[in-house]
Each structure stands twice: as C-alpha cells, then as structure tokens.
C-alpha cells in the first residue's frame, strides 16, 4: 500500500493562493501531493479541466476559491 | 516563399531558458536544486537551465538578460517565490533585455513546495513538476501590450479618524481634492474622545482639533460627514463612488452652528461620545468641537419623529435650516485611488463575567475612564465613583480581551502605555493608590520606556499576574464594600487579595464589527483577527491586494497615534505618487469575444462581477470593455460557444499545465 494520490489543485490567485503562500510563510507542513494551477478566479476553471486532470492520471481535484 | 517562412518559424519557434533559485537555504535546504536543473535541461524547448543563489538579486537577473541577449531566449521561467511577489521583479527584468513581459512564468517552489514539505526527496520530485507545468505553459504564451489608463487626480478617504485628517490634509496640501467620508456626524474619530496622550501628556484635544478644522475648511477637501460608501466600482485610476449622505433634517448651506436648537430641545437620548456615560439632546453634535459644527436630529429619540409633535429646534431656529423632510441623498463621484481609515472597535468586556463589568458599576472601561478624566466630560474631568464619592483606591487591569486564547490572541499594543498614563492621571486628580496588574509591560515606543520609569517613580504599585476575578464578597473588614481584585502575584507566586474602589479595564482594540462589509465592498482581505491585510507585512504595509485601494491606521491593527500618524502619511505618499505619474498600467491579462463565434447569448453578461460585457443589440454578440475586466476569466468557462479567450490564460496554456504538473 504504497499509493500516493496526485491531486491536482486550481486556486484562486486573491485568495486560496495567497492562502497556500501564507502557509509557505509561515512553515506549516502539509502532504506534496497538491500541485497548484494558480487561476485569476475558481470561476475560470472549466468542467473540461477537472476532465483532462483525471485523463492524465489525476485521483483527485481540488478547486478552491 | 516556403524557405521564407520556414525561416521565420525558427524565429518564433520557443528557446525557453529555466533559472532555478536557491533562495539562500530556504529552497536549496530542502529541494535538490541541481537535481531540479538536470530535469529541467530535459524539458522540451529548452535551450537552457542554471541555478543560482539568489535569482532575485541584480547578479541573478544580469544572468538572464545575458542569456536572453547572447543565447536568443525569447521564453523564460524563474523557478523560486511566490509570484505575487516577484513576478514584476521578473517580468521588469526581462522587458530590460527586449522581451514582452508576459514571455515570462515563475514556478513556485519556495511558498507552495520547499517551505511545506518535510522530506527532501518529495520536495524535489514537487519542484520538478512545477517546473514542468511551467515550461509547458510558457511554450503557448503570447506577447501582449500592457494598457495605460489616466489616474483622475481626486481621492476618497474612508474614516475620519486620525489616520483619515492626516491622509487627507497630506494629500490636499498638495494640491489634490480630497473627499472625507465619516459615518459620524462630526470628524475625530476615537482621539478625539481621548483625555491626554501618552507619554507626552498632551491633551488629545489641543492637538487634534486644530487638524479637524483645517480639514473642515480646507479648499480642496469636501467633507462628507454622516454619510457612508454604499457602492465602489471600477479600478484604480477610475473608480467610482455612490455615497449616502444621511438626512441630518439639517440645511447645511443655511446652518451657522449657534447651537440654539440643541438648547430648545427637550428630549434627551444616551450620548454616544460619553458612552453612555451622559446624555445629549435629540438635535446635537458630539461634542462642543465637532466639525463641521452642524448638529443632526436623530429620529429614534426626536419626540417629532416619534409623536408627530414638537418641533421645538424649527421654531427657534432663526435661519430656518430645519428641515424635517431631507432624505439621504446619495452621491456619485470619480476618483482615481482610495485610502481606508475606519479604525477599530474597543472590546466589550461583557462577557468576562468575572471582571464583573456591567455587574459593578464602578468597573469601567479604559475608553469610559477617558471620558471620566476629560474636563469636558460626563464628571467635569473629576475622578469620581458612581456615587460622586472620591475613589481611594484603583486597579488597573491590562490585557482585557488581548492576548486572551478565548478572545483576542493578539496584543493590542497600546493597553499598557495608556494603563501608565491613567495611572498619572490618577496621581495627579486624586489621593487614590494605584495598583496595575500587568502580564508583561510592553513599552516599545520612542519615550515610552522612560514614561514607564517615571511612573514607577509616582508610587504606582506594579503587580504581574492577570487577575483571576473582581468581586464584592469580602472576607475581612478592610474588604467591606470594596471590590476585591483577586489574583496570582506570579513574581511572588502568591494568591493576592487587592480591596479597591474602581477598577479600570484595559480593553482590547478589535476590528469593526462591520470590517467584514468594508472588505468586500473595496475589495480587501481580512486577516484572521478580521483586520484588513497589507499587501507586504513587511514591504508593503499600507497598499492592499487590489491596486488603487490603500489602508492606514487600526484597521490594519492594533496601534498607537504615532504609528497611525507615520501610517496615513505613507498612504497619503503613495496616492500623490501615482497622482503625479498621472498614469497606471493594467494587466493585459483580460478576456476578449470572438464575435465570429458569439451566438449572442448573454450568459456572460449577467456572470460578470464587474459589468464588464456589454450586449450590442445591433449585431447581436457580446463585447468586453477591456477598461473594466478584471480578467478574472469567469465568463471564458461559461461560454457555451467557447467564443471568449482569456489572455495569458488561455484553456490552452492552463491545459498544458495539468500536463506539465501530473509529470
């Protein structure tokens, strides 16, 4: 059992990403799983996105906004 | 004619160069820099991959501007911090060596990847599918043309507290107009309900009113007291302004300010400015200082608003500004930058059921004890009980509401030096002995360690520990009728019992309870304390994530005057600089409509938060005011005929960077 999901992570550059950069800041530890695609909005995330994400061998998506 | 174009193809075909940083140790302690480059020297179109300490620095960018020039790159990653922090460095640099700035991408491996992740292999393997995505990405980018928008040279200050006056004074001794929006019906905000200030002493009056009046007469500033932002939109440069001015049923244009009304009233209402503490007329202003000295009528307490009859303030009124049918009225206005001043809230100390505030009636707050000390105040600046007895004793209690897991964690930073300067007061006005009960004393300020040490020579009692509880139920006769503040003395590691008269709690600076409508209404983040966020805790202290909108004083934290001062003039320094550049560049990253495509169906018109899209009924398509679009690129997902592209951030370029990341 040696599984690590890939996780594929669309952010919102004004908020979630700001987010994930103020926990690089501030040192927290997280899995590296989450790959970041820095978007201007969560709205600009299309349903083909999440689609070609899972294609490509993605076992989860995360969008956040 | 084909050799010709094969020709040009080489041209544009991409030679990426990718720059791996070491930011010191804070990416090379963790991620396997070298091991990064070699990965990234086998990236498709690729024609070159370095690494270096500090790829920020004027050494790390001349490295690229070599290699743009000498090589021929004409696509360039950055792999290091967070872009929202050095994109423009980047971007600047790469302009410098003849590029479009937006043939640039930075991969974040610092924020999102070597300061996140323990192990050193998984960080590595991250990094590299960061770069990847970015090489993937930056293949498909375009160059495009950085807009150039006017700055209208008018400013909207929010608050006029100390920070707005001083921002606003700032910026309308230059020259500029100013419109000075305050919700209250005079300007002063919280300083001016101060009695003296620390550690100089000064009367918070004598140095504030004189700033008050300019402001109020000032040429190039309009005052727009009562009145509150109800709508922002645009961007920086232009935004645009509805304001509600409250009815006052007061005619500005013919008031003098003689004040006859307010005495010919006979209805009485608790006055805000003396929290409480005593009461005003139903037609007042604040306080005798108020500017503009134009009083207003508030209809929950005017006996004409609420029984349909009086009228007393009409009759007398010899200029006839009484005007019982004003209406708010609301007001449009174009201004170019704004700055937010709105200050804070004080702590109510209510639910700490066991300082008993609320329960005891000599409990009070710090903010009530100034207006007690004030000679223009409830008690005439006589330091009295309720009963109007002359306390002999007064505990002092810092960290009401700060540094307090169940309220606020944070240190409000003003508590112990305005905790120092009652205790003068105290010394001064009574006989009273002075107890403070501290956890730390923080005296950071210029003067303030010196202020601390005069005190400890007034004969104040300095006790460290936070007391566990003020209560009545005495235990000894000398406790009798007192109020016992019971607590640890943790340098003596004793239980202590202190019989008192009054005691006097530090409260907390918090955030507006409105901060939350505020920072959506201009667009601002809050922190998790809910004050307002600079853009750089650091280098940025007074701009905020959305250009054109600047923050001063309390509203970004706790502070003192000094501090809000020294904060409102940066503000007011930065407005005046993009004032007298008289332009700004906006990001070319904004979406346009293929009109071929357009099927004219309006979804995106409705979607778009910034009534950016526009329907031409004449030919039955779509279009977007580049001006307005914020690029936020909602309308390109929603688009049914895929007819939108968003710039910079094409379905093709954001495609190829799940590719890039799922390496």
Known sequence: MNHEPKIVGFLCNWCSYAAADLAGTSRRKYAPNVRVIRVMCSGRVEPTFILKAFQLGADGVLVCG | MAEKKVATKKDTEPKIGVYVCHCGSNIAGTVDV????????????????????FMCSDPGQSMIKDDIKQLGLNRVVVASCSPLLHEPTFRHAIQEAGLNPYLFEMANIREHCSWTTEDHGEATEKAKALVSAAVKRIYLHQPLEVREVPVNPNTLIVGGGIAGIQAALEIADAGHKVYLVEKDPSIGGHMIQFDKTF???????????????????????????YSEVEEIAGFIGSFKAK???KAKFVDESKCNGCGVCIEKCPWKADS????????????????????????????????????????????????????????????EIDVGNIIITTGYDPFDPTPIIKYGYGKFPNVVTGLEFERICNSVGPTGGKIVLKDGSEPKSIAIIHCVGSRDENYHKYCSRVCCMYALKYSHL????????????????????KGYEEFYQRLSDEGVTFIRGKPAEVTDRAISEEEKGKLIVVGEDSLLGTVIRVPVDMVILCIALEARADAKNVAQLFSISQGADAFFIERHPKLDPVATMTDGVFIAGCCQGPKDIPDTVAQASAAAARVLALISKGKVELEATVAVIDEEKCSGCR????????????????????????????GCGTCVAACPSAAITHKHFTTEEIMAEIEGVLV
């Open chain 2, 426 to 445: 105290i010394k001064e006005k009574t006989k009273a002995d002075v107890y403070q009960m501290y956890i730390d004393m923080r005296c950071f300020g």
């Open chain 2, 272 to 331: 805000e400015f003396d929290l409480g503490l005593s009461q005003r007329k139903a037609i007042y202003t604040p306080f005798p200082q108020a500017v503009p000295n134009i009083p207003v009528i508030d209809k929950e307490s005017c006996a004409y608003f609420l029984k349909g009859k009086c009228r007393a303030c009409e009759k007398f009124c010899e200029r006839e500004a009484i005007d019982f049918e004003q209406q708010d009225k609301i007001v």
């Open chain 2, 34 to 53: 070298p091991q990064v480059v070699e990965f990234a020297k086998g990236l498709p179109a690729v024609a070159i991959a370095r690494e270096y300490k």
């Open chain 2, 603 to 630: 979804i995106c018109n409705l979607l778009c938060p910034y009534n950016a899209i526009d329907f031409i009924e004449e030919e039955e398509v779509s279009r977007i005011n580049d001006a307005l679009c914020k």
């Open chain 2, 243 to 245: 304001i509600r001015k």
């Open chain 2, 199 to 225: 550690p100089t002493l000064d009367c918070s009056a004598c140095i504030l009113t004189p700033k008050m009046t300019s402001a109020g007469s000032h040429p190039n500033i309009e005052l727009m007291t």
